[in-house]
């Protein structure tokens, strides 16, 4: 009996231009726009300019849908977020909202932290910044000072941060899935959580 090579399932266009837009993120969030040429994207993803040209039609076009995904993304966490009920266990369930969303979409996660920074040259910027500051709000409700709205944007950051350092990092210790999500849990609930005194 002869065993048949398993066929390889071609990703769907829709899985194809999600690869292509949590790239591109990721370059427009460490380069900016200006910054950023569609050859980097290109290569990013192992296609030719032209072919990726064939896909979004320019730089623009591109980015806005960048931009879009990353805003959906961001709403979806928004929405579950308001949906968490208030108590002992919130910080930690939205903390696995954010983690999970982050490390299935790191490009677009770097994206929407990046386009609140002051010198970002990102285009879009509004609506990015108050899908931010409703989950930043969420994350620090529990004791809404300036001091704890520090802690949220750090642990925020640790989140994003991680989830684009692990999921790009070819070398080195690998963790399953569920243990990497649960580490990053709990190194940014530790952020969250004041030290005793």
Do not use: C, W
């Amino acid at each position: 009996m002869t065993v048949q090579p398993a066929r390889r399932v071609r990703p769907s266009s829709e899985e194809i231009d999600r690869g292509i837009l949590d790239a591109a993120a990721e370059i427009f969030a460490r380069h900016g726009f200006a910054g950023t040429a569609v050859q980097q994207v290109a290569d990013a993803v192992g296609y030719s300019k032209a072919g990726l040209l064939r896909r979004f039609a320019s730089k623009q076009t591109l980015y806005d849908a960048v931009l879009a995904a990353a805003v959906r993304e961001g709403e979806a966490v928004v929405e579950a977020a308001e949906q968490v009920p208030p108590g002992p266990g919130r910080r930690q369930a939205l903390l696995d909202l954010v983690t999970e969303a982050a490390l299935a979409s790191p490009g677009l996660a770097s994206l929407l932290l990046e386009s609140i920074r002051p010198a970002s040259d990102l285009p879009g910027r509004a609506r990015v910044e108050e899908l931010v500051t409703a989950l930043l709000e969420s994350l620090a409700a529990d004791a809404p000072s300036a001091r704890e709205q520090v802690r949220a944007l750090l642990a925020l950051q640790l989140v994003v941060n991680a989830a684009s350092l692990l999921t790009a990092q070819p070398h080195g210790p690998r963790l399953a899935p569920e243990e990497l999500r649960a580490l990053v849990v709990e190194l940014s609930g530790a952020v969250l959580s004041p030290a005793p005194r």
